[in-house]
């Protein structure tokens, strides 16, 4: 498995306000990928975090309220800008080792609790 | 389009008692991979199995045991002589292994198991 971190774990923002989401994974990895969860909801992919390019935004999603960076294979951030209180979610950072058929585990970090009120 | 539907949004057992996970999916992808997750009240997304489309081999792992039927579209989980300790809510999942969706996991609804003593 992966060892994956993120900071913060939890915060109470304002409303028009920034957070930055901090993924921190102990090893090299192909992708990495953020993931919403509404209170009561399932998991939504936000977007793919690609390492040297920008990120790929799933419909609903884009880059201006969620800036994503990957700057390396272990590390990306995840921003809600400009947030109100629907912003108020878990996010979680998620990574996949390797490629093909033969490899294709997905694990999740421990999610950041955002608030905003 | 992909999609994962599990119907119970709600179970309750008693400790010892048998309880089935029902998970139902929808694809048109050849190759695909399902997930099992586990969420406790603290949020974490702990990763259960992952089972290829090619490989319809029942697998068991302690108490927890998994019936992949390929026929029926389905993906079943069932913990046996369940514990106090399963009470979470479990997500079913689905990816594709196309290269524009590597790794982009599709997650039913959930199903929130409450275990009693």
């Known amino acids: 498995s992966a060892v994956i971190s993120q900071k913060p774990s939890r915060d109470i923002c304002q409303r028009g306000t920034s957070l930055t989401i901090q993924c921190q994974v102990d090893s090299q990895v192909t992708m990495m990928f953020w993931y919403r969860q509404q209170p009561g909801q399932s998991l939504t992919l936000i977007a793919t975090?690609?390492?040297?390019?920008?990120?790929?935004?799933e419909s609903g999603f884009v880059i201006d309220k969620f800036p994503i960076s990957r700057p390396n294979l272990t590390f990306s951030t995840l921003t809600v800008s400009n947030m109100s209180p629907e912003d108020s979610s878990i996010y979680l950072c998620?990574?996949?080792?390797?490629?093909?058929?033969?490899?294709?585990?997905?694990?999740f970090g421990p999610g950041t609790r955002l608030t905003v009120l | 389009a992909q999609k994962v539907t599990q119907a119970q949004t709600e179970i309750s057992v008693v400790e010892k008692e048998d309880v089935t996970l029902d998970c139902v999916y929808e694809?048109?992808?050849?190759?695909?991979?399902l997930f099992w997750y586990k969420q406790p009240p603290s949020g974490e997304l702990v990763f259960l199995i992952r089972?290829?489309?090619?490989?319809?081999q029942n697998e068991i792992s302690g108490r927890y045991s998994w019936n992949f039927q390929k026929s029926t579209s389905s993906f079943n989980f069932t913990i046996t002589a369940s514990q106090v300790v399963d009470s979470a809510v479990y997500f079913c999942a689905l990816s594709a292994d196309q290269p524009n969706q590597g790794g982009k996991l599709i997650f039913g609804q959930g199903t929130e198991l409450s275990v009693k003593p």
């Open positions: 975090a690609n390492q040297g390019s920008e990120a790929t935004y």
């Open positions: 998620s990574v996949r080792r390797g490629s093909g058929s033969s490899y294709n585990e997905q694990f």
């Open positions: 694809t048109r992808d050849t190759t695909y991979y």
């Open positions: 089972r290829n489309s090619f490989d319809e």
